[in-house]
């Protein structure tokens, strides 16, 4: 079926080529961050996790977000996300390969890699998260190839790949909260050592994937001729409702536990991250347009009526992907070092290099992202008439 990706329109591969530009931009600036080191990044002794890891903490979440899809269609069989399943899928084999490749670039000298595989050490939360993000990858490659093979064929998908469903939803809970207890079991860390860490990323997850695909299912109906249809979207559109409203909830709890009980190492990271903290503020003018985006958002999306509107949707999805990813794929992990252990602020802000070499990584996911869809999207095209299998 790859080969399918091979054919399209002009817009499709001016499309492609600008993602290799891109791609071939980031891996010069990742040539030179490999001779010289990490010291071209913004990163120093206080602040050691950046925006490479900033972004590793997002897209997990994007990944597990496929399983808002699986546990609907294959548990409950409700055939409306029969269409959008696959999208979902091949969204979170996009988002999980970045996830590997952002851990890759953070690592400064890639072969330590090596060492995670070569001296295993099960009590350590990173050897468990390179399980499950391996493990993940893995299991939604096999299961949308599979699945989509078979509606190739007009024939149902084989019984061995109902288990590998099964076991991926709770494989995609628990990669999300792998990665949280990375944050939440660094006790020198007031600002992740909190109970809710695992709920806040799995609530932001919830609504961050799927507003996301719901983005991608409107661009591929207007570029293609296949409808994941408008019933599905509106099912997304609640999921990310939901979800929006508990994250929101839950950083509610956080900013209440940490002024009502007035301990300053609870209190300065978010004094920093909202109003600045000893006359240093780079992230306040960030973390506002995420709150302002928040609220407009989930404004937008209890209303009904509001939230029927294909384009009122997809403009309150823009906002809350753009609201989650400046509050996690940002604020979260540069507020934890802000300020360090011995109370002193050093601030953090990405050079070029490193926003370039970001901007590659995501441009390797599209790309990923659009070979995947190419093949599903006219797979799709070719069984539009057939009843769903799978």
């Not at 409700?78 to 979170?92: H, R, S």
Request: proline share 5%.
């Amino acid at each position: 079926m790859l080969e399918k990706a091979l054919t399209g329109s002009r817009r499709y591969w001016v499309w492609i080529f600008f993602l290799l530009a891109v791609i071939g931009t980031g891996f010069i600036c990742y040539l030179r961050q490999f001779d010289y080191g990490l010291g071209i990044t913004g990163m120093s002794r206080d602040v050691s996790w950046g925006f490479y890891i900033s972004q590793f903490t997002f897209l997990v979440g994007v990944a597990a977000s496929a399983v808002m899809l699986v546990i609907p269609y294959y548990l409950h069989d409700y055939k409306t996300f029969g269409k959008v399943v696959i999208l979902g899928e091949f969204l979170a084999v996009s988002a999980v390969t970045m996830c590997i490749l952002f851990i890759f670039v953070d690592l400064g000298q890639p072969m330590r890699v090596l060492n995670v595989i070569l001296y295993p050490t099960p009590n350590s939360i990173l050897f468990w998260d390179m399980i499950v993000l391996n493990g993940y990858l893995f299991l939604n490659i096999v299961i949308g190839w599979t699945t989509l093979g078979a509606d190739r064929k007009g024939v149902p998908p084989p019984g061995w790949v109902k288990p590998l469903i099964y076991l991926s939803i709770p494989w995609a809970i628990s990669i999300h909260t792998v990665t949280a207890f990375l944050y939440a079991g660094l006790p020198g860390r007031h600002f992740w050592l909190t109970a809710v860490m695992a709920a806040r990323f799995l609530a932001s997850a919830f609504a961050s994937g799927p507003a996301l695909l719901i983005i991608l299912c409107l661009i591929v109906r207007k570029v293609s001729k296949f409808d994941p249809g408008k019933e599905a979207v509106q099912a997304l559109g609640k999921i990310v409702t939901y979800a929006m409203f508990a994250n929101v909830f839950l950083l509610g709890l956080e900013f209440f536990t940490a002024f009502y009980s007035q301990i300053p190492g609870h209190m300065h990271p978010f004094e920093y991250l909202y109003v600045g903290l000893e006359g240093h503020g780079k992230l306040v003018p960030l973390m506002w347009i995420s709150s302002i985006f928040a609220v407009v958002a989930l404004i937008m999306l209890v209303n009904p009526n509001m939230r029927k509107k294909e384009s009122a949707l997809a403009f309150a999805c823009v906002t809350v992907f753009i609201s989650l990813w400046i509050d996690k794929g940002f604020g979260l992990v540069v507020g934890g070092f802000v300020p360090n252990p011995f109370e002193g602020v050093t601030e953090y802000w990405p050079t070029l290099p490193e926003a370039l070499i970001t901007l590659g990584v995501w441009a390797i996911g599209f790309l990923i992202l659009s070979i995947l869809y190419k093949v599903a999207v006219t797979v799709r095209e070719e069984t539009s008439s057939w009843p769903s299998l799978h």
